[in-house]
């Protein structure tokens, strides 16, 4: 009988708690069982790591084998596990030393030729890992992501540069970020949109109080672009927040970009959006529009359009800047603390106030537009400001 023991994290909403797993090698019928409320692609990861382990050269044991994922009441998703697995039977197999993977922690999902595979939600988990004083094994693709906030994350592309790496006869620097990052896209400028001094004066208020804005006007007068300049009159995003809204943009696969990870979010669903791509969601919860907006602006244009049950689920956050999102067999919480820019027309032709007289939608049309937000939904927008149509010689002058 044997134990190997090598140490990971799950991803549970944007925590990484950490997850202790321990292979057990005993004797009976051959056999391969995963226990700690794994499910199914952790379940699935038995038929990868034998593949694996057997395509590297090493003996697959014939024994019992049993591997607990600590603790067993947190659910674990993904493949991220397989590499520590893999990992964990070397170790209880004789074909690795247990102090090599004593001060670390691994992550990759394992292909059936022994490469190691992406995974993605490494950069919390990397945070982690540097408060516990251990370095990281973590796929190649991975590693820029990690790398981002632990200065020991060596990257690996194979199950054999693994096993080579842990028992020191293959030495793998650290990963080093790129010194000259790519140059971030320029913002939009408030300097570019021509007249509109009182929405203008409304933005500049709204982004020095944080304020929810509500922009009313005619198609064409500019409340979209208005609503894009806003993250260029928001200061930068310290570290800390920073660092908040770049992890959940990498539950996603979007790893941060050293030239763009200060810059505040700016999200604009479509107003096709489910309550779900709003709020987030799903059987393993994924954060929605409104988390990946966190410290940032979440841009809703044609505001009326959105399903009503739609805009509904939003009164809460936007009170307690957060969402949690249940099901049956777990819970996630995500952070949502968002600025709200909203555009509708005043009416469902767009045109009425309009000097060019085009609107011809009487009073229970304007009545039954109008209500399609609610009460409570409208009083936790601070400014309702009128975007009216521009005079041609407004236009000609600057801006």
């Known amino acids: 009988m044997s134990i190997g023991l090598v140490m990971s994290r799950a991803l549970l909403g944007i925590d990484a708690p950490a997850v202790r797993i321990e292979v057990f090698l ?23 790591v034998r593949g694996a382990l057997i395509s590297s050269g090493f003996r697959f044991p014939q024994e019992r084998i049993t591997v607990s994922l600590a603790p067993a009441d947190m659910p674990k998703t993904g493949g991220r596990f397989d590499l520590a697995i893999a990992l964990g039977i070397l170790v209880a197999s004789r074909h690795l030393a247990q ?21 993605h939600g490494l950069l919390t988990a990397a945070i982690k890992a540097r408060a516990a004083d251990r370095s990281m094994l973590v796929p190649t693709g991975s590693a820029a992501e990690a790398a981002f906030t632990h200065p020991a994350v060596h990257p690996v592309s194979t199950l054999l540069e693994a096993t080579a790496f842990l028992d020191g006869r293959h030495s793998i620097e650290p990963y080093s970020l790129p010194t000259t990052p790519i140059p971030a896209p320029p913002l939009e400028d408030l300097r570019t949109v021509r007249g509109q001094a009182r929405p203008k004066r409304a ?29 260029g009159l928001l200061p930068d995003l310290d570290p800390v927040a920073a660092l908040e809204a770049v992890a959940i943009e990498s539950l996603l696969g979007n790893p941060p970009s050293a030239s763009t990870w200060r810059r505040r979010p700016f999200r604009a669903p479509h107003h096709t959006a489910s309550a779900v791509a709003l709020v987030g969601g799903g059987s393993s919860p994924r954060p929605g529009e409104i988390s990946l907006a966190h410290h940032g602006v979440l ?37 949502a603390q968002f600025q709200l820019i ?46 009216p149509r521009v005079a041609y010689n407004e236009l000609q002058g600057p801006p």
């Open 203 to 231: 933005l500049e208020i709204a982004a020095a109080g944080e304020h929810n804005l509500l922009l009313t006007g005619p198609p064409g007068t500019g409340k979209s672009i208005l609503a894009r300049c806003l993250p």
């Open 99 to 119: 102090a090599g993977l004593d001060s670390v922690e691994c992550y990759g999902e394992l292909a059936l030729n022994g490469e190691v595979r992406q995974v």
């Open 299 to 335: 841009f809703l244009d044609e505001l009326p359009e959105f399903d009503r049950r739609v805009l509904e689920v939003l009164r809460e956050p936007l009170e307690s800047g957060r969402i949690m999102i249940s099901r049956a067999a777990r819970q996630a919480e995500f952070p």
């Open 342 to 387: 909203a555009a509708m027309n005043p009416c469902p032709c767009g045109y009425l106030g309009d000097p060019s007289g085009r609107c011809h939608c009487n009073i229970d049309q304007i009545e039954r537009y109008r209500r399609k937000i609610s009460g409570p939904l409208l009083d936790r927008i601070d400014m309702h400001v009128e975007v």
């Open 26 to 48: 005993s004797g009976g019928l051959p056999s391969f069982s995963v226990s700690g409320m794994a499910e199914t692609a952790v379940r699935e990861s038995k038929d990868r």
